[in-house]
Nanobody
Framework: VQLQACGGGLVQAGGSLRLSCTASGITFSSYGMGWFRQAPGKEREFVASISWSGLTTYYADSVKGRFAISRDSGKNTVYLQMNSLKVEDTAVYYC????????????????WGQGTLVTVSS
């Protein structure tokens, strides 16, 4: 399983970014996908996840109403649209995957991408 995340960068508070994570080596339509983030000096935390069907999504309370997770099975890609970004959203964002499983804990996923850095300036 290979997960390649991209789309991070520097953005001002209130701005938007869209992260992408493209998977290879798996039957993408069978995998639950998730996004997590880790800020300097902090533990990795859940951001959002989506079931293999795309019908069920989960969000951390801190991002509800601002972030949206979606998937495109034709492109083997999961997206994280991030709007109204805040300084506290600054972190390395990781995508994760698990065959026929989706959850909100790091332990719910067994494959991880390399991370993409999002920096939100004030």
């Amino acid at each position: 399983v290979q997960l390649q995340a991209c789309g991070g960068g520097l953005v001002q508070a209130g701005g938007s970014l869209r992260l992408s994570c493209t998977a290879s080596g798996i039957t993408f339509s069978s995998y639950g996908m998730g996004w997590f983030r880790q800020a300097p000096g902090k533990e990795r935390e859940f951001v959002a996840s989506i079931s293999w069907s795309g019908l069920t999504t989960y969000y951390a309370d801190s991002v509800k109403g601002r972030f949206a997770i979606s998937r495109d099975s034709g492109k083997n890609t999961v997206y994280l649209q991030m709007n109204s970004l805040k300084v506290e959203d600054t972190a390395v964002y990781y995508c994760a995957a698990h065959d026929h499983r989706v959850g909100v804990e790091p332990g719910d996923f067994d494959s991880w991408g390399q991370g993409t850095l999002v920096t939100v300036s004030s």
